[in-house]
Each structure stands twice: as structure tokens, then as C-alpha cells.
Nanobody, 125 residues
Framework: QVQVVESGGGLVQAGDSLRLSCAAS????????MGWFRQNPGKEREFVAA????????KYADPVKGRFTISRDSAINTVNLQMNSLKPDDTAVYYC??????????????????WGQGTQVTVSS
């Protein structure tokens, strides 16, 4: 069983930056693909960014390309999401997810097996 815990959410203004972190409990963190998703009330949870466990391949949703960066620090079992030039549309609860499947940047929420509780990000205009 893997536990993932998000941190770093908060209230910011449009144009500001925010860094989310996800700590994973797995002893074999180096073999887990990681992803970030977000969700607003009444809407489906949507893909934001993902990173593979091998070679660190990344994928991003179109709305965040060029503004968000996902990275992993295997020394401390952490995945980060650096969010720049934030917009009000980025407001959501952000979730970290993990799986131990073949190394790939997975974009479907159905392919992730472990989820955190989420952290709220609110961007005011």
C-alpha cells in the first residue's frame, strides 16, 4: 500500500506562482509513475501533468503547457508541481496519484491506483 500526501495549496492572485508537493510513502518510489489531477465541484477529475518513473518522461494537459512543470526528487520520495502564471481557471482541488505500472506518463485517472486527499488551490482575479 502506498500513501501519497499533497501540500502547498493556497489562495493566490492571478499571475502568481505556487508549488505543490506530493510525498509518497513507497520504499520503491523510484518505480512509481506519478501524476497530478484537479477537480472542481460537479465536474470530472481532469488530468494536469504526469511523470514516468524511468527517465522522467512528462506529459501535460494543454491548458497548463508552458506554465506548469512536474518534477520528481527520488532522494526524498517527492513529486512537485510548479505552477506559474496562474489563472482563475486553475482554481480546483489538486490531487496527486501514483501507480507502479510500466514506466510511462499516464494521463488517464483510471490508470492510477493510489490517490491523495487533495489540496485546494484558489486563484483570484
Amino acid at each position: 500500500q502506498v500513501q501519497v500526501v499533497e501540500s502547498g495549496g493556497g489562495l493566490v492572485q492571478a499571475g502568481d506562482s505556487l508549488r505543490l508537493s506530493c510525498a509518497a510513502s513507497a520504499r520503491t518510489f523510484n518505480r512509481y509513475n506519478m501524476g497530478w489531477f484537479r477537480q472542481n465541484p460537479g465536474k470530472e477529475r481532469e488530468f494536469v501533468a504526469a511523470i514516468s518513473w524511468n527517465l522522467g518522461y512528462t506529459k501535460y494537459a494543454d491548458p497548463v503547457k508552458g506554465r506548469f512543470t512536474i518534477s520528481r526528487d527520488s532522494a526524498i520520495n517527492t513529486v512537485n508541481l510548479q505552477m506559474n502564471s496562474l489563472k482563475p481557471d486553475d482554481t480546483a482541488v489538486y490531487y496527486c496519484a501514483a501507480n507502479s505500472r510500466d514506466s510511462r506518463a499516464y494521463v488517464s485517472r483510471d490508470e492510477y491506483d493510489y490517490w491523495g486527499q487533495g489540496t485546494q488551490v484558489t486563484v483570484s482575479s
